[in-house]
């Protein structure tokens, strides 16, 4: 694209309707003509501006990629969808909503696991025990593995989760789980507690723009004069991109 930019907003859900939120709070409205089935959108009176309506974690990967231009999605998608996620996006500003903080939780009944160093030792003689390896329910299987390898932990198999992870180990699907929480109730409602040390990242809604983009100096122009509407624009951002 060499006029205009792409901005991905998420599709369904409280994400979008904070996203449209955090834009109109900067008189920047985003309609959406074809309703809630229309994959396509705009800004009023910003005519060089194209919405798309994506889901969350596919806005990370458009990003990184460079599919769209500037998107609102989830500090922890950039980093689950690629190791070097973060190395081509540019997080411009959390948006102040979306928190939640990505985790290990075990079964309470694990008394004596408390830490990533007790799970190391559990991981290490449980297919001695059970005659099998430990499993992990997650929808994060690449910050998990990348987290678990951080703690030298290898014995243990990833069953994606599709549905509510919080009761895989309460259904046998599971073992323990990596997940998101905001308050810690739904864990805590399922019998889980997060490790001490098995907080991965916390995540927040953010606006990024995609560094491999094709940036243009007139794309570049208008990112700018967007940016500075919505708040102001990151000190050197053309020589970032």
Same mark, same amino acid.
Do not use: C
């Given at each position: 694209?060499?006029?205009?930019l792409?901005?991905?907003?998420?599709?369904?859900g409280?994400?979008e309707?904070m996203?449209?939120k955090a @834009?109109?709070s900067?008189?920047?409205?985003?309609a !959406? #003509?074809?309703?809630? !089935?229309?994959?396509v959108?705009?800004?009023?009176n910003?005519?060089q501006?194209?919405v798309r309506?994506?889901?969350?974690a596919? %806005?990370?990967r458009?990003?990184? @990629?460079?599919?769209?231009?500037?998107?609102?999605t989830g500090?922890? &998608?950039?980093?689950?969808?690629?190791?070097?996620g973060?190395?081509?996006v540019l997080?411009? !500003?959390?948006l102040? @909503?979306?928190?939640?903080d990505v985790?290990?939780a075990v079964?309470?009944?694990w008394?004596?696991?408390?830490r990533?160093v007790?799970?190391?030792?559990?991981?290490s003689?449980?297919r *001695?025990?059970?005659g099998r390896?430990l499993?992990? *329910?997650?929808k994060?299987?690449?910050?998990t593995?990348?987290?678990?390898?951080?703690y030298? %932990?290898?014995?243990?198999r %990833?069953v994606?989760s599709?549905?509510?992870?919080?009761a895989? #180990?309460a259904?046998?699907?599971a073992?323990l789980?990596?997940?998101?929480?905001?308050?810690?109730s739904?864990l805590?409602?399922n019998? &889980?507690r997060? &490790?001490?040390?098995? &907080?991965?990242?916390?995540s927040? *809604?953010?606006l990024?723009?995609?560094?491999?983009?094709?940036?243009?100096p007139l794309?570049?122009?208008?990112l700018?004069?967007l940016?500075? %509407?919505?708040g102001?624009?990151?000190?050197g951002i053309s020589t970032?991109?």
């Open positions: 694209m060499t006029g205009g792409t901005l991905a907003v998420p599709s369904k409280r994400l309707e996203t449209r @834009f109109s900067s008189r920047l409205t985003i !959406r #003509p074809g309703g809630v !089935r229309s994959y959108g705009s800004i009023k910003q005519p501006v194209t309506f994506y889901p969350a596919e %806005i990370a458009e990003l990184i @990629f460079g599919g769209v231009d500037i998107g609102v500090t922890d &998608l950039i980093h689950e969808v690629s190791e070097s973060d190395e081509n997080f411009v !500003r959390g102040g @909503f979306g928190e939640a985790v290990v079964p309470d009944a008394i004596d696991v408390q990533m007790d799970l190391a030792d559990v991981a003689d449980f *001695a025990r059970h390896w499993r992990v *329910a997650t994060y299987v690449n910050l593995r990348r987290h678990f390898a951080k030298g %932990i290898a014995e243990y %990833i994606e599709a549905g509510a992870t919080e895989a #180990p259904s046998g699907s073992d789980i990596v997940d998101i929480t905001s308050t810690g739904t805590a409602a019998s &889980l997060v &490790l001490e040390d098995g &907080l991965i990242m916390k927040e *809604a953010n990024i723009v995609s560094r491999t983009a094709d940036w243009t794309r570049k122009a208008q700018e004069a940016l500075s %509407i919505l102001g624009v990151p000190a970032l991109l």
